[in-house]
């Protein structure tokens, strides 16, 4: 295998400060251009929100994860997802499964809570909170900051794509009710002899992943895809198209940003512009991540964008019609799908 290159900078930096404030079109313009060339050329970018956050408050959040993952397995299993929807709540070390292989972590999720819960329905339980004092207060204060910024970069990365006031509005619709997921992953450090990942390899679903990384260095590794011409050292990587080349490159946290990639979602929206960009974790450390995914609503209905086809020079209606290459797909139904593959509970599982 190729070696990962040491090389992180390669990501841009982008400000989301002249969103916050507004007082500067130009500014603004600035933030959505440079979130267009990222998307188009990366999938991934360093988001600096140093102006929306404090650094205090996410070390506070790892502070109770590291108590929470402290506590005896046998509390951690009280709120484990085998209580109710398989989905909301605790999963052990290995529980997780990507590409067939049981991923080295354990974690906890949390989703946008539904009206009508129902623990015996996939995902439609409800979030099952630690015993750790401030706990649920201070992440639901994180998952409320995280939806405004949710909002803020969907606005910023409409600008960027070209899209009129009206058809932002319609983007709009389909995510102001996100049904966002927030995870808080223990990473253990990766033995020697385990036969897969920290994270396997995998794209994130939706539309933006926002990922508070501890300090560890090289344990988030991000798949650059390579023109066939490029000579430098590559891997192989098997996708549904066959395989691709390319390199890994590391995505080591930066003081005062988050990380942030494109899910599927954005791929179908901007029909295949913007790559949802696989990524894998080899963590060597033992540390907590806390990545929030901001997503679509639920029912949204997910189809090429008309500022797509603009930008790829397809401006008419019928080179329009015949150009829908990706999606259209109900978010909903992909997640459902998602994560009745991402547990190996006997008979669940997507490789059983
Ligand atoms: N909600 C999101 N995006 N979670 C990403 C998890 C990806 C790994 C998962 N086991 C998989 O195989 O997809
Ligand atoms: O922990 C990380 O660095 C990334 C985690 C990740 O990719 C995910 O949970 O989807
Ligand atoms: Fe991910």
Known sequence: ????????????????????????????????????????????????????????????????????????????????????????????????????????????????????????KPLWGENQWPDVPNFQRKFSQWVEKMKILGMLVMEAMAVGLGMTTEEWEDLRSQVDDSFWVMRIIGYPPLPNDHDGFSCGAHKDYGCLTFLYADPTRSALQVFLRQASDSTSESDDLPTENGTEQGTWINADPIPGCIVCNVGEMWEIWSNGLYKSTLHRVVHRGSNYRIPFFFEPNFSANVTPLPAAFRIQGKDSVEALTDSKTYGPVVYGDFLLQKVSGNFAIEGKGRYD
Do not use: W
Request: glycine share 4%; with cysteine.
């Open 1 to 120: 295998m190729a070696e990962v290159s040491e090389t992180s900078s390669e990501l841009p930096i982008i400000d989301i400060g002249p969103y916050l404030d507004r007082r500067d079109d130009a500014a603004r313009l600035v933030t959505s251009e440079a979130l267009h060339d990222a998307c188009v050329n990366y999938g991934f970018f360093y988001l600096d929100i140093s102006k929306f956050v404090d650094a205090d408050e996410p070390e506070e959040l790892t502070r109770l994860a590291r108590e929470f993952f402290a506590l005896p397995q046998e509390e951690k299993d009280k709120i484990s997802i085998r209580n109710q929807d398989q989905a909301r709540g605790y999963q052990r070390l290995k529980e997780n499964v990507t590409n067939g292989k049981a991923d080295n972590h354990e974690g906890i999720d949390f989703y946008k809570s539904v009206d009508q819960p129902d623990k015996t």
